[in-house]
């Protein structure tokens, strides 16, 4: 163990008021060795059960903190044999459905986070519709409040100014001269002219001149932008960006164990117990197929070699994730054979079933394409009918079928996937064209777009139509430790805490 985590473990038994001997340090440190993954949890929980003990005083020897380590390392081995391979695959893996994620809103008057409670509608009224747009908005800002470029200095000294950025309301804009920091969600309110609009009031910008990051600035864009008012009462932008990146645990932390991602709230012990087993579970695969066109013969013909070899492989993955679009054709009101595709379905079934080991051990994710069986192309999209996939569950019983985007909870990764051809949309609704001073790669200007923007379609409605009551359930925040994005030429992109992958 390293010297930096030798002081944390000092620092955190000496806020609780412990003291540690050296022969105690050292068997905490021993067990430390075992959860690398999540030394802060494992000391927190060490803590919280020596807390339990009846100590005879405030200064730990060996002997007092053994007994605690043992208890745990036990406990902890019990979880894991009890994980056998037959059931640690649907134990530690949950795929959330869009539609049943909590819905979260920010008070910033109490400057806390509340959730909505109550069944939401689909159809919402327009209220739903002017929440969508302030719910995003509050959701940056109070993210952005807290960077220490942009968060007030509590003492107005000249050493406190330096190199701080205080965020500046529209309305406040009138009758103000030198240069100001605003932000504010990019709106057309009139033809040909762009407003930036916050919560106060909107004022007309001018980007001809703008200096601007890395991503694409389309409308609903929220954007923090450097400029000065002019006479004409136009705000010249000199500089523009989004609102810059939080990382997760300070998210984590601030959020007082809210559980934003829908997996559930699991409890410091279970966090660590999981950690533990997730760092041994060096097997663990998911198989990721996109455009699984069942109408056609040679997909099907590649479909199944896929499925051959995995079945013969000693450790056979532990999902198989299949997106859409699932025909070749869209199934729009043109669309008439959906009695074809529900045998279509059938057979993917019987060719799923032909596998044992994968059926029994393996699961598969159906998520829904942009073009297949459904209401219509708005976001969240719901799953696939029952109609269509009846025959196959009759085939694959543990089968899941779920919306798109979905989200996934593996042991304790947060995995969100979302199959739109985002890119494409995004590309044609720029403003202005993206900066080349850092990329010239399309996708790293879409990575920052939605990282930064917190939302996975932060574009204008008429593009992109979004369930305005359920606008809450594309938000990457706490941003998630991988995302997925399927597009139309089979490139995938996990972002920001994984590596990337094309396929």
């Keep these: ?73 036990e406990a902890d081995a019990a979880v894991e044999e009890s994980l056998t391979p037959s059931t640690s695959n649907r134990s530690t893996l949950r795929v959330i459905d869009a539609f049943v994620i909590p819905k979260f809103r920010y008070d910033p008057v109490k400057k806390v986070f ?36 942009f968060s007030k ?35 057309q309110l009139e033809d040909g002219h762009f407003y930036l609009e916050d919560l106060t009031a909107s004022v007309e910008i001018n980007l001809s001149n703008a200096k601007i990051t890395t991503g694409f600035f389309s409308e609903n864009t929220i ?24 990382d997760r645990d300070e998210s984590l932390a601030l959020l007082a164990g809210l559980d934003f991602f829908g997996g559930g709230k699991l409890t410091a012990e279970e966090t660590l ?14 198989v990721i197929l996109s455009d699984i066109w069942l109408d056609s013969e040679e997909a099907m013909e590649k479909l199944a070699t896929v499925l051959d070899g995995y079945e013969n492989v000693e450790v056979v993955p532990s999902l198989f994730i299949l997106m859409g679009n699932f025909c070749s054709r869209p199934c729009n009101l043109a669309f008439h054979s959906f009695s074809t595709l ?64 979905c989200r996934v909870k593996f042991y304790t ?14 590309r044609r609704s720029c403003l202005i064209p993206p900066s080349t001073e850092e990329t010239n790669d399309p996708f790293e200007h879409l990575v920052a777009t939605i990282t930064h923007q ?14 305005w009551n359920f606008d809450h359930c594309l938000h990457l925040y706490p941003t998630p430790h991988t995302v997925l994005f399927f597009y139309h030429i089979h490139f995938i992109c996990s972002i920001y805490y994984c590596q990337m992958f094309t396929v």
């Design 273 to 286: 117990r999981l950690a533990g087993v997730e760092k041994k579970a060096v097997n663990d695969m998911f």
């Design 413 to 426: 990764q947060e995995i969100v996937i979302l199959r739109q051809d985002l890119l494409y949309r995004m």
């Design 454 to 467: 917190g939302h996975f379609c932060p574009l204008p409605l008429t593009v992109q139509p979004i369930i």
């Design 153 to 187: 200095p509590v003492f107005d000294t000249e050493m406190s100014q330096v190199g701080c950025c205080e965020i500046s309301s529209i309305q406040s804009l009138i009758g103000q001269t030198g240069r100001r920091w605003i932000m504010g969600v990019i709106s």
């Design 114 to 149: 509340y959730e909505h409670t109550g069944r939401l509608p689909i159809h919402g009224d327009a209220s739903a519709k002017a929440a969508l747009y302030r719910d995003r908005f509050q959701l940056l800002f109070q993210r952005l409040s807290r960077h220490q470029h």
């Design 1 to 73: 163990m390293g010297g930096l985590t030798r002081k944390k473990v000092q620092r955190k038994f000496k806020i609780r008021g412990y003291t540690l001997r050296v022969e105690a340090l050292e068997e905490i440190l021993s067990f430390l060795s075992h959860f690398d993954d999540a030394e802060d949890e494992a000391i927190d929980l060490l803590l919280d059960e020596i807390e339990k003990e009846s100590l005879k005083s405030s200064i730990l020897d060996k002997d007092s903190v053994h007994r605690v380590v043992s208890l745990l390392l």
């Design 223 to 246: 954007v923090v932008a450097e400029g000065m008012m002019l006479p004409e009462g136009i705000f010249q932008v000199s500089t523009c960006g989004f609102p810059p990146l939080e």
């Design 342 to 405: 529900r045998m279509q379905f059938g057979k993917l079934g019987e060719m799923i079933a032909a596998h044992p080991r994968l059926k029994e051990h393996s699961r598969f994710l159906f998520i829904p394409g942009p073009d297949d069986a459904g209401p219509s192309k708005v976001l969240p999209r719901c799953a696939l009918p029952n109609y269509l996939t009846e025959e196959l569950r009759n085939h694959v019983p543990n089968a899941i079928f779920s919306s798109n985007p």
